[in-house]
């Protein structure tokens, strides 16, 4: 099953970055809605042409079945899945202290079997402008790469491991997780 995981929607550099543009955009749109509130916004990590498929709207669906586990004591004031061709997005708007949710939300990173996939970002506004809280901020060690264990950011950025390396590691992620999940 897993070998369909990539198989989709081909999109472009040119697409993804449009894609974050405007995610940034409907972030302090929503926040600026509510701007008591704390916005919690979901995302994949993802690397290739291909963001979105069956396989990995299950994947991200089991995740975000699980952030509003997480979550279920908080009235959200905000709830919106968005299916792009660049990538899935769900966001919330909570009710929340951001390091509260922050904690949640790394607790579940840390947790789900496909929560090293998982980007979720806890944003708020100030002075106008979209803040985010680190997983260092809370004294959490940075993510690590699921390949080689150095910081994933750095091999992220120097390109260290090959697109078809990560997706295999992924698929081996989802097949384990899968396997759990049916245990």
Known sequence: MCSLLFEGPEVSLA???????QRAKRQKELLESAPQYTLLSATMNIPGPVKTSDELEAVFKSLTDEVERAVADA?????????EKTGYEYFLLLPLKKEELKK????????????????????????????????????????????????????????????????????????????????
């Open 15 to 21: 697409e993804v970055l449009a894609a974050r543009e």
């Open 104 to 183: 949640r939300m790394v607790a579940l990173e840390e947790r789900h079997p496909y929560g090293r996939l998982a980007d979720l970002d806890v944003l708020w506004l100030e002075a106008g402008e979209v803040q985010s809280i680190s997983r260092e901020a809370l004294g959490y060690p940075r993510r690590r790469c699921f390949l080689c264990d150095k910081e994933a950011k750095l091999c992220g950025r120097s390109r260290t491991h090959s697109v078809e390396a990560i997706q295999q590691k992924i698929n081996e992620l989802v097949s384990k997780g899968r396997m759990q999940a049916d245990d």
């Open 75 to 83: 009235f959200s004031f905000l709830h919106l899945y968005r299916n």
